[in-house]
């Protein structure tokens, strides 16, 4: 059986994986057996059974110890809604709860990475895209491993970049020193514009050159004359006018999403 070793350095609830359970670089997806949990609990507050031999139910102090007391600890985890939920229930619900565990670079390299979880029917591939809850996400202490729990059944994963990585960008870019000429494109989706609604009538988008936009003297051939860059886009979009608005539209590039999907 795997073992989990304890970080040197990190407080006693940070528990990581070692390398047979969790190998660098490698993501580990898992389900939350309520059952076991069950057991653990009914083992940790075994000791505070009402054993004596009144009509009480034997489990009537364990539970009524367990939803009081540990409740606030969940606060640090979990929706405050929820953990008021748990403190006027008199016995736990059994909720299902997915996760992962990831361990890779990019944990430190990325540290404000974003995950969106879905249940079956609900991807964004589906008619009504749903975001199920999640419970906890964070990397364990300074380690390179990232712990995230969901409430539900989650059947596709994304992991993304943070928001703030949006930018302008190209696609393909090189420079020819022989002969001062840079060889570049731009991914551009043909949209429409109708008052204050922009649609993408085709989602394939199309390799357009904007190496004529690059400025001819500027060093290294990396500043792009952005009236000439309209210019372009525009003679590829029906010679439409191009304002700042649309040019941001077509120039942004989006985070990096990684995306997993589990069949049932």
């Known amino acids: ?28 997806f898992f389900y939350v057996d309520p059952n076991w949990q069950q057991a653990l609990i009914d083992g940790a507050f075994s000791l505070g059974r009402n ?11 364990r539970d009524a110890a367990l939803t009081q007391n540990i409740a606030g600890s969940m606060a640090d985890y979990l929706d405050q809604n929820y953990v008021n939920k748990m403190k006027k229930i008199t016995t736990p619900e ?12 990019v944990v430190n390299a990325y540290p404000n990475m974003g995950v969106n979880a879905y249940p079956s029917g609900h991807t ?13 996400y964070e990397q364990l202490g300074s380690s390179d491993v990232m712990i995230c729990l969901i409430q539900g059944e989650a059947v596709q994963i994304d992991l993304h970049e943070a928001p703030e990585v949006l930018h302008l960008g190209i696609d393909d870019y090189s420079y020819d020193k022989s002969n001062n000429t840079v060889t570049a494109s731009k991914s551009v989706k043909s949209f429409t514009v109708s008052g204050n609604s922009v649609s993408i009538p085709n989602e394939n988008p199309t390799s357009v050159p904007i190496g004529s936009a690059f400025r001819k003297n500027a060093k290294a051939q ?17 010679n439409v006018a191009i304002n700042s608005a649309e040019m941001g539209f077509v120039m942004t590039e989006g985070v990096g999403t990684v995306s997993f999907t589990f069949n049932s």
């Open 94 to 105: 059994v909720q299902t709860v997915t996760g992962f565990l990831i361990r890779s670079s």
């Open 222 to 238: 990396r500043v792009i004359n952005m009236s000439t860059l309209a210019s372009t886009i525009s003679s590829h979009e029906n």
């Open 1 to 28: 059986m795997a073992k989990l070793s304890l970080l040197k350095g990190v407080p006693f609830n940070y528990l990581v994986p070692d390398e047979s359970m969790l190998p660098p670089e490698s993501i580990k």
């Open 124 to 136: 964004p591939l589906d008619s009504s895209p749903q975001l199920l809850p999640i419970l906890r």
């Open 51 to 61: 054993l004596t031999n009144e009509a009480t139910s034997m489990g009537m102090s």
